[in-house]
């Protein structure tokens, strides 16, 4: 299982805004970017904001490739998601009926570790990775440590009996009942379960993110 070990509140700087890869850290003075809001590196500070001195990077004007490569990179770490991976969900996209920007975010959306995330079993979508790949949950009933499984309208996710004895999940409910989950998940906070009841629309989806720049950016290759 692949995974990025680099330092994630560059990623954020990088970005040029908080993309919330720490969960409740990010809410607080403790976060990296109210220190640093400028980009990683040796001239961070000189380049702005979000990237760095050419290719329309940075101070000045974006180039369209450069204003594409971010909004693709942005979303790939919003999710966790390696390059070869993210591709992969692009070409399945392309496949399916509708608008292929859409399509590729449902399929980010519906993995298993942002269902954990969205439904308040996780403050972060590393978290959640981290709990599905050490087999915390079942889909189905059945144990499953895949964070990258993908979910369809009536899976069932819940907390794996022999983990509920664990102290993380005893104090699990009181974190869940001050987070809402979103009207395409069904949620039982007492059974520490939720399902899937339907595919996200677009207006349910992270609005930062360009699914029409990811496209070109794919396209164009």
Same mark, same amino acid.
């Not at 409740?24 to 970017?33: D, G, I, L, N, V």
């Not at 899976?155 to 983990?163: C, F, K, P």
């Given at each position: 299982?692949? %995974? ?5 509140? *560059?990623?954020?700087?990088? /970005? @040029? ?6 969960? &409740? ?9 109210? *220190?640093?809001?400028?980009? #990683?590196?040796?001239? !961070?500070?000189?380049? @702005? ?5 050419? *290719? ?6 974006? =180039? ?7 909004? %693709?990179? %942005? ?24 608008? +292929? ?8 959306? =519906? ?8 439904? !308040? ?16 949950? +079942? ?7 895949? #964070? ?9 996710? =819940?907390?794996? /009996?022999?983990?509920?004895?664990? +102290? ?13 989950? #979103? ?10 379960? @939720? =399902?899937?009841?339907?595919? #996200?629309?677009? +207006? ?6 360009? &699914?029409?720049?990811?496209? &070109? ?5």
């Amino acid at each position: 299982m692949a %995974k990025n070990l680099s330092p994630v509140c *560059k990623l954020c700087r990088r /970005e @040029g805004e908080k993309l919330f890869l720490k969960g &409740e850290r990010c809410f607080t003075p403790k976060c990296s970017f109210e *220190k640093r809001d400028f980009a #990683p590196g040796q001239h !961070g500070r000189t380049a @702005g904001k979000g990237g760095g001195k050419g *290719k329309g990077m940075g101070t000045g004007r974006a =180039s369209d490739f450069a204003r594409q490569l971010r909004a %693709k990179q %942005k979303a790939r770490r919003i999710y966790g998601v390696m390059e070869r991976q993210f591709r992969r969900y692009y070409d399945t996209a392309i496949t399916r009926r509708g608008l +292929t920007g859409l399509n590729l975010l449902q399929i980010l959306e =519906s993995r298993l570790d942002n269902v954990v995330f969205r439904l !308040g079993f996780a403050s972060s979508r590393s978290q959640a990775r981290l709990l599905v790949a050490h087999g915390h949950f +079942t889909v189905n009933g059945r144990r499953n440590d895949v #964070p990258s499984t993908l979910l369809g309208e009536g899976d069932v996710v =819940s907390v794996r /009996e022999g983990s509920n004895k664990l +102290t993380y999940f005893k104090d699990l409910g009181a974190y869940t009942e001050k987070r809402t989950s #979103p009207s395409w998940l069904s949620r039982n906070v007492a059974a520490m379960a @939720g =399902s899937v009841a339907r595919m #996200p629309e677009r +207006t349910e989806i992270d609005g930062s993110l360009d &699914e029409q720049l990811i496209v &070109e950016y794919y396209s164009r290759r």
